[in-house]
């Protein structure tokens, strides 16, 4: 493959990935916690976009347990916008050697 083929396959990747993660941009995954009792919602890029509280578990005396409930909900959501990213860009980065994207 000569360099010109190589640098439009590459400008033809690096726009398709640029499409991807306009796509997770603007995807949603929801973490939960305590049976759903709180849910945080974030985008296929990570980003905290959401919380929901539901009033039963707002307590001041039980104040450690919202706040494991709420950490519980945000580690969910991190994770399901990983696992979703990896969807999405797992077969760019497979063949490129790129941590992460295999």
Known sequence: ?????MLK?????QAEIG???EGLARERVEGVAGGGMVKVAATG???IVGISIE???IDPE???MLEDLLLAAINDASRKSKELAQSR??????GLGVPGLG
Do not use: P
């Open 1 to 5: 493959m000569n360099m010109e083929q």
């Open 9 to 13: 396959q590459a400008q033809k990747l």
């Open 19 to 21: 499409k991807i993660q």
């Open 45 to 47: 890029q990570g980003e």
């Open 55 to 57: 009033r039963e578990v």
């Open 62 to 64: 039980e104040k450690e």
């Open 89 to 94: 860009l797992g077969r760019f980065g497979a």
